[in-house]
């Protein structure tokens, strides 16, 4: 059974930095696309950004291009998601995903997703 497990959110300053982890077990990840959304509170849950766990490659919503990279560590079987020069409308929970089906242009869907994380709180202070 695939399991996500995401770490690292918390309490961070406009302008700061946070890097978010999410550790995946339970299954071969090597054509799996990975990937980050957010939820805001009374708000639908918004796709940030995917990378493709064999070849790396990227791809970022608009609000997040230039500030947040998604990168991923094949031998710990973790993708992190790093968050720059962060906003107070950046203020969310955080889920890892993962899809088995789609590349990483057509991860932006959330129902596209085979797999969920339970979330990480992550708070922008102005």
């Known amino acids: 059974q695939v399991q996500l497990v995401e770490s690292g959110g918390g309490l961070v300053q406009a302008g700061g930095s946070l890097r978010l982890s999410c550790a995946a077990s339970g299954g071969t990840f090597s054509s799996y696309t990975m990937g980050w959304f957010r939820q805001a509170p009374g708000k639908d849950r918004e796709f940030v950004g995917a990378?493709?766990?064999?070849?790396?490659?990227?791809y970022y919503a608009d609000s997040v291009k230039g500030r947040f990279t998604i990168s991923r560590d094949n031998a710990k079987n973790t993708v992190y998601l790093q968050m720059n020069s962060v906003k107070p409308e950046d203020t969310a929970i955080y889920y890892c995903?993962?899809?088995?089906?789609?590349?990483?242009?057509?991860?932006?869907?959330?129902?596209?997703?085979?797999?969920w994380g339970q979330g990480t709180q992550v708070t922008v202070s102005s």
């Open positions: 990378i493709s766990w064999s070849s790396g490659s990227q």
């Open positions: 995903a993962a899809t088995a089906r789609f590349g990483i242009l057509g991860m932006a869907s959330t129902e596209r997703i085979d797999y």
